[in-house]
Nanobody
Framework: QVQLVESGGGLVQAGGSLKLSCVASGRSFSSYVMGWFRQAPGKEREFVSRISQSGVRVYYADSVKGRFTISRDSAKNTVYLQMNSLKPEDTAVYYC??????????????WGQGTQVTVSS
């Protein structure tokens, strides 16, 4: 059983930055592929980014590439999403995810509760 708790969401103006954090309760954090998804009102949930167990391999959706950076800290059981140059289109609930099987490119098996990110014009 893995519990994921996100924080860092809020309101920011277009062009601004936010950093999301996600703390995982599992004792095998370093073996998980971690990631972020988001869902805007009236839209389907979409993939944002993922990071490998080692933190070396990362992948981003085209919509956020060059603006967002995913990272992880094994000592803190935490994954981060640094979001720069935010756009109103980035407004969504952001969900932290974990794949405890260590799969790459598959649906995660654990989800956080979500944190709201609102970007104003």
């Amino acid at each position: 059983q893995v519990q994921l708790v996100e924080s860092g969401g809020g309101l920011v103006q277009a062009g601004g930055s936010l950093k999301l954090s996600c703390v995982a309760s599992g004792r095998s954090f370093s073996s998980y592929v971690m990631g972020w998804f988001r869902q805007a009102p009236g839209k389907e949930r979409e993939f944002v980014s993922r990071i490998s167990q080692s933190g070396v391999r990362v992948y981003y959706a085209d919509s956020v590439k060059g603006r967002f950076t995913i990272s992880r800290d094994s000592a803190k059981n935490t994954v981060y999403l640094q979001m720069n140059s935010l756009k109103p289109e980035d407004t969504a609930v952001y969900y932290c995810t974990a794949d405890t099987t260590g799969r790459w490119g598959y649906e995660p098996d654990y989800w956080g509760q979500g944190t709201q990110v609102t970007v104003s014009s």
